[in-house]
């Protein structure tokens, strides 16, 4: 056990990142993809927390988790900047579909949303696709972020950072502004911005709902589609937005 | 330490008496990945229903203090499709499983039992009369002795297979509907399902389900489940197959204790996919003195 303690439990609503060594299955997350963790050894909380992949390192075998503090189970992780002795289960549910053959993506993140966005943008990168990141939030977001060969483009509705306005604005000029070519439109955040961006563009969304199993037992985790209920753990977490009953 | 934990259940020989609950471990195939099913004594499985039916408006998990609330309402594909595409995955385990049934009627409930006991793989059939979070039948037959024994008789009639009656706890008296369904032809009872509950969220000044009221699990039912099933023990002679808050083979122990025959894991598979892998390695561990019902 070598897990390092950041020594104090983070306050609500800052935004806190463990790292995760020696992770057996590592080397086969992909962008989308989260785990789920166990947030102490008691019956509170009970559920395991999901979480998305924020970053992977294959050689060694770690990946990182991006988080706002929202309760119990985040306030509990926030304790560690690294850990390895932690009850993690995955990886679960699918991933961003990723085309070869369309050179252009565009990200679109709201707030913490960002977090498997990183992971997403980092693997197109290395299959030679531009990439543009879009993060809106209402204010400045404290998150560390190190945008390395994509663009990220912050906004903020209070104009704290970045430009003054919403994601969605931005997403709009860019769509047009690329003249119709063909574009990879990718988009994680609260459900609102997830509506307006699925309004201007189809796209892929990742979306989060309260679970309890992770693996598609329970069916807690229903999300209404055109094809009736799907389980956001199994049968997504990352839906075509189009498929989505708003 | 104990080298044979295996047990005859009405009929049905299980391995060891520790089983998954229905609704809380898919039809086995959403965990086998995480967890031996070999290994496991029996698998319940979700509640199929005759015809495909939707389930409840999504938030459908809520989580309260060690315990949480579910109003999943049922979402089943229908029993064609769970014997066409489900039932095929488990052929290559060695494991019984005890289909659970919920119909809208005791008619539905019989054609159900028809229906599945052609099938080979099942091993019995768990009908869950106690289901909170349905408008029609659901908790209904499960709160009223005659009704209960009704879609008791209706399904006996239908099939050979044996027969767990699963009861629900938000009644005065359990020990009634026990003795009724008992009468009616029950080979076992389970018990409990899920005791109705709300949580508001003070933010939005909404109930945090959609379905606004739903079934209360984990370890914050154990008190009641244990009452239930002493309750019970001593009002009826068939077996009785406990559960509710089950994470440790400790907590088994307290429903062997109780006087429950066999027990079932439903919300702890959430918390940990091996929790009834490690309940059985804990239930080897423990003196035989501890797997049979107290003297009290
Ligand atoms: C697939 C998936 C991936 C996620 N990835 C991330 C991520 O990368 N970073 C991040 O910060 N958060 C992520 N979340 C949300 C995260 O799981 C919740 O914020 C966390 O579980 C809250 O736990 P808590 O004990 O700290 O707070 P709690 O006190 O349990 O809850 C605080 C608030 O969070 C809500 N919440 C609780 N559980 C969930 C849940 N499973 N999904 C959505 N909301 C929930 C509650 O309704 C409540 O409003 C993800 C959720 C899902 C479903
Ligand atoms: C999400 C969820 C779904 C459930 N679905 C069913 C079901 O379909 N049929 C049924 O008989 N019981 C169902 N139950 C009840 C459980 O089988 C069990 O009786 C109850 O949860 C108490 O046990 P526990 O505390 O170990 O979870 C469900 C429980 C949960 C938490």
């Known amino acids: 056990m070598s897990s390092k303690w950041r020594g104090t439990q983070a306050a609500k609503g800052t935004v806190c990142k463990t790292v995760i060594r020696r992770f057996e299955s590592a080397p086969r997350l992909i962008p989308g993809q989260f785990v789920t963790i166990r947030c102490g050894t008691g019956t509170e909380p009970l559920l395991r927390r999901p979480f998305a992949v924020h970053r992977v390192n294959r050689e060694e075998k770690s990946f990182e988790i991006l988080y706002e503090i929202k309760g119990e189970g985040t306030r509990f992780l926030s304790q560690y900047e690294e850990a390895d002795d932690l009850d993690i289960l995955g990886p679960l549910g699918n991933g961003f579909k990723i085309d070869l053959n369309i050179k252009n993506a565009i990200l679109v993140a709201g707030g913490i949303g960002i977090a498997p966005l990183t992971f997403l943008a980092e693997e197109l990168v290395k299959e030679k696709i531009n990439v543009t990141l879009i993060l809106g939030s209402k204010t400045k977001l404290d998150i560390p972020l190190s945008a390395i060969g994509y663009k990220l483009l912050i906004c903020t509705e209070d104009g704290s950072e970045g430009t003054k306005g919403l994601a969605t604005d931005l997403l709009n000029e860019f769509v047009r502004a690329q003249n119709f070519a063909p574009l990879q439109i990718y988009a994680c955040g609260p459900k609102a911005m997830l509506k307006a961006v699925a309004q201007i563009t189809n796209c892929q969304v990742s979306l989060e709902e309260i679970m309890a199993c992770g693996v598609g037992a329970c069916l807690g985790c229903a999300v209404k589609t055109k094809d009736g209920y799907k389980m956001v753990c199994k049968d997504g977490p990352v839906f075509n937005s189009e498929d989505i009953i708003w | 330490m104990v080298t044979d934990l295996s047990i005859e259940l009405a009929g049905i020989k299980l391995k060891n008496p520790v089983m998954a609950a229905s609704g809380t471990f898919g039809y086995g195939k959403e965990y086998s990945e995480f967890c031996d099913l070999n290994q496991i004594g029996a698998i319940v499985t979700k509640s199929i229903t005759l015809k495909p039916k939707e389930g409840n408006p999504p938030p459908r ?236």
Do not use: H
């Not at chain 2, 006991?117 to 499960?142: H, T, Y």
């Not at chain 2, 009616?184 to 009221?213: E, Y």
């Not at chain 2, 088994?252 to 894991?265: D, K, N, P």
């Open chain 2, 61 to 296: 998990i809520a989580e309260t203090p060690s315990g949480i609330l579910n109003a999943i309402g049922l979402q089943s594909d229908g029993v064609e499709k769970f014997i066409a595409k489900a039932l095929p995955f488990l052929e290559k385990f060695d494991v019984p499983v005890i289909a659970s049934i919920a119909g809208g009627s005791k008619e539905e409930f019989a054609e159900l039992a028809k229906i599945l006991s052609k099938s080979k793989r099942i091993a019995g059939l768990e009908l869950n009369i106690s289901c909170p979070n349905v408008k029609k039948g659901g908790m209904l037959f499960g709160c009223d002795p005659d009704a209960a024994a009704e879609v008791t008789k209706a399904a006996r009639k239908a099939t050979k297979l044996p027969l767990i009656v699963k009861l629900s706890p938000n009644v005065t008296d359990i020990t009634l509907i026990a003795k009724a369904v008992e009468k009616a032809g029950a080979d076992a009872l389970s018990l409990i399902n899920t005791l109705l509950g709300m949580a508001i969220d003070i933010n939005t000044k909404k109930p945090k389900l959609g379905n606004i009221t739903g079934g209360l699990s984990g370890p914050a039912i154990r008190p009641i489940a244990i009452r239930m099933v002493w309750q019970t023990a001593q009002a009826v002679k068939i077996p009785i197959v406990g559960m509710g808050g089950i994470m440790t083979a400790e907590d088994a122990i307290e429903f062997f204790l109780a006087g429950a025959s066999a027990v079932q894991v439903g919300t702890g598979n959430f918390v940990d996919p091996k929790c009834i892998i490690k309940i059985i390695e804990g239930l080897y561990k423990a003196g035989p003195d501890l797997l049979t019902r107290g003297d009290f």
